[in-house]
């Protein structure tokens, strides 16, 4: 996959593109947006009250440092802040962990303008023996066009835990490159989407196992309504020599909206020979006798559907390791739904 | 109380009750006997307002109000109650929380106050101890992963804590262990009073040695074809369905 280039049309990928089959980004902009105006944030964010240190990106600008390296324990909330109309921000930011070192790395993408295009690269290396858990909460204007890819290498004994979560915008992806050292690296790779309007989003993952003995656990969940459409891409690819690879991946979602839409598309590439590897894939309605249990109790019918819309995508919630982290993204899905 | 006339009721394109006309009153235990496929359960479904069970013909009064107008959550709310025979697992969703769910969703519609917490727990507290649950059982999602004893206790349990006024038992006693048995009639027998009515729907008379009825009535081909009292039932034990199948036909 080549890299979307803002200044560079010719990289904007079409659903001819097979990895851009469900997310055609041509057909949403076809010329190089104008460039988004600076403009001044305060620090703050969805994570404010967690603390730690800040790294801010206002219209891809860096409200001081563009890169960080985390030692000890830390938490660092990465904000992309959008607040632009009708224009273009590209930003990229590089994040370094010491070995040893336990980061939490809270990243927002936060929109207030209307109908721009932001396009954000980050990248990220997971030492041997170091730690982190990355949350990924995005909330944009339904108007706006987003693409953020996250290249993140997982050494032989780290650990990395990802969660993206997003309510989506007119045309946005989430793409995460994970290069899987093995060695009992321990990854998870969640994602949440719950999408309503017109709105699209697209979680596209590839993970490259090539070391011996790696775990990955993936678990996606999402709930499309009205014209909504979700979009999930996962791939798990276990390189020759990768034995005793444990990988999982499972996207479960819902559509609630006779003209919403999920694109789902897992895939597997195995190369080695003594491995365990199994995706699973469902999509689906509310249960109606779990429905009609709920009323026959007293529980009115759109109460009883955001009750279980709402236990549905708890799941992934609940997999979020860190408490507080976990108690934002919960408050902020129960607005949402 | 209760009282049920001409009751026609489809599934899908499929007539299932034929004419069944059935009055109870208050403060009085009915129990519907009858073979496999007499339309049982589909009474339950039919009183309680399910999708597709629809009623063609008749009606249904309760305390002199039509049941048939309402959506199921409404019902629940005027206080009727069914007890599946096979519950409903709600997974994400604790037990402790659907039902202070119900609870409040009822009390809202009906104009009343909503429970608060600690006064709900101990409610809780003690309902669960007299059907000697665990109450830490009652943290986990609802009757996910519940054995089918314990299904039927969580049951009973919303019904001693929701405080229906037509409880409708469809079943009850299947899966159940005498012990289990035991104690899930005494958690019914416990709710007995005049402002109640009950139906109790079973294949077996056995679930009749400790849930008493008033009176027995025998459901076939979709409608009641023989009432009687509480012997009726000793001789459908011992002579089975079989003289009733071929009047109803």
């Known amino acids: ?337 | 109380m209760l009282s049920i006339n001409n009751l026609h009721v489809s599934v899908g394109d499929k007539p299932i009750l034929k004419g069944l006309t059935l009055d109870v009153p208050a403060g009085e235990v009915h129990a519907i006997m009858g073979p496999n496929g007499a339309g049982k359960s589909t009474l339950g479904y039919a009183l309680s307002g399910r999708p597709g069970y629809e009623a063609t013909e008749g009606s249904v009064e309760w305390k002199g109000e039509d049941l048939l107008d309402l959506d199921p959550a409404a019902r629940s709310a005027k206080g009727v109650f069914l007890s599946f025979q096979y519950p409903i697992e709600i997974p994400g969703v604790p037990a402790l929380t659907f039902v202070r769910t119900a609870l409040n969703a009822q009390k809202r519609a009906r104009g009343e106050d909503e429970v608060s917490a600690p006064a709900f727990l101990k409610q809780v507290r003690e309902a669960s101890k007299a059907l000697k649950m665990d109450f830490d059982m009652l943290k986990r999602p609802l009757n996910v992963g519940f054995s089918g004893g314990e299904k039927k206790r969580m049951e009973i349990l919303q019904m001693a804590l929701l405080e229906p006024s037509l409880l409708i038992l469809d079943e009850t006693d299947s899966g159940l262990d005498i012990d289990a048995l035991r104690i899930v009639s005494e958690g019914v027998n416990a709710l007995r009073s005049p402002d109640r009515a009950m139906l109790v729907i079973t294949h077996y008379q056995r679930l009749l040695d400790y849930i008493k009825p008033d009176r027995v009535h025998v459901l076939a081909a979709g409608r009641i074809v023989a009432s009687g009292g509480p012997e009726l039932a000793h001789q459908l034990e011992a002579e089975g369905y079989d003289k009733y199948l071929p009047q109803a036909a």
């Open chain 1, 1 to 337: 996959m080549t890299a979307v280039d803002l200044r560079d049309p010719s990289t904007f990928p079409s659903r001819r593109v097979e990895a851009w089959k469900y997310t055609d980004l041509r057909r949403v902009l076809r010329e190089t947006p104008a460039p988004s105006p600076a403009v001044d944030i305060a620090p703050g964010g969805p994570f404010a009250a967690l603390g730690g240190e800040e790294i801010a990106f206002a219209n891809g600008r860096a409200v001081g440092a563009d890169a960080f390296v985390a030692s000890g324990k830390q938490t660092l909330r990465l904000r992309f802040v959008s607040d632009a109309t009708g224009t273009g921000h590209s930003a990229s930011v590089r994040i370094a962990v010491k070995p040893g070192a336990r980061l939490t790395l809270l990243e927002s993408h936060e929109g207030t303008g209307s109908g721009y295009v932001a396009n954000y690269r980050i990248e990220l290396d997971v030492p041997a023996s170091a730690e982190v858990t990355r949350v990924v909460l995005i909330d944009e204007p339904a108007d706006a066009i987003s693409i953020a890819v996250a290249h993140v290498k997982a050494a032989p004994g780290a650990v990395y835990r990802q969660t993206t979560i997003t309510g989506g915008a007119k045309l946005q992806r989430q793409e995460t490159h994970l290069a899987h050292g093995g060695e009992a690296t321990a990854v998870t790779l969640d994602g949440l989407y719950a999408l309503s309007g017109e709105r699209h989003t697209d979680l596209t993952s590839v993970v490259r196992h090539n070391g011996l003995n790696g775990v990955t656990s993936q678990l996606t969940k999402g709930v499309v309504r009205d014209t909504a459409r979700g979009v999930f891409q996962g791939k798990i690819v276990v390189e020759r020599g990768a034995d005793g690879t444990d990988a999982r991946m499972g996207h479960h979602a819902l559509i609630l909206g006779e003209r919403a839409e999920i694109d789902a598309k897992p895939e597997l590439e195995i190369y080695a020979d003594d491995v365990q590897c199994a995706h699973g894939n469902t999509i689906g309605n509310l249960d109606e006798s779990a429905l009609f249990y709920m009323q026959q109790r007293g529980i009115p019918a759109d109460e009883a559907r955001a009750l279980l819309t709402q236990a549905f995508l708890f799941e992934v919630v609940d997999r979020i390791a860190h408490e507080d982290a976990r108690e934002v993204v919960r408050s902020w899905l129960t607005a949402k739904l």
